[in-house]
């Protein structure tokens, strides 16, 4: 069943990659399908942020990359994805995350499946991450590290 993990990950977190990895082998075919999202102004752009990413889940048996601009559920009509996974660090994303995925569900009968991150890193976020980047603090525990130096330089 293809499912698509989609988001800004601007910029992508050892959050993601856990979330992604796991996807893709419970599920067998996970395309992370890196958008845009007009209420975050973005650090990395589009092609980026997908480089970014394949180089850090490259190997990974049925999981691929793609950047998608355009609304998601045309992008899931596009992909051919059966599904939309979020992951989900703690109640507020759940919070959320339920309002859009009951109306992806009636409004496209799309189903959204979540999936929980690892304890540790309940508290990484691309937020957190984009505001230490920027102010020069230390966003390396944030960052997957094979491309956490490619980030930084990224936002010198």
């Known amino acids: 069943m293809r499912v698509i993990y989609p988001g800004s990950f601007d910029p992508p977190t050892r959050g993601h990659v856990d979330i992604a990895r796991r996807a893709a082998a419970l599920y067998g075919d996970l395309v992370v399908v890196v958008m845009g999202n007009p209420d975050k102004g973005p650090g990395l752009s589009l092609e980026r942020r997908a480089a970014l990413l394949d180089k850090c889940l490259a190997g990974t048996p049925g999981l691929r990359v793609q950047v998608y601009r355009g609304l998601l559920a045309d992008a899931v009509k596009d992909l051919g994805a059966r599904a939309i996974l979020r992951g989900l660090r703690d109640q507020g994303d759940y919070q959320a995350e339920k309002p859009v995925a009951d109306g992806f569900l009636d409004l496209f009968g799309v189903e959204t499946v979540f999936m929980q991150c ?27 590290e094979a491309i956490a130096q490619e980030i930084k330089s990224a936002y010198r």
């Open 118 to 144: 690892r304890p540790e890193l309940g508290y990484v976020s691309s937020s957190m991450a984009r505001q230490l980047l920027r102010l020069g603090g230390p966003a390396e525990g944030l960052l997957p």
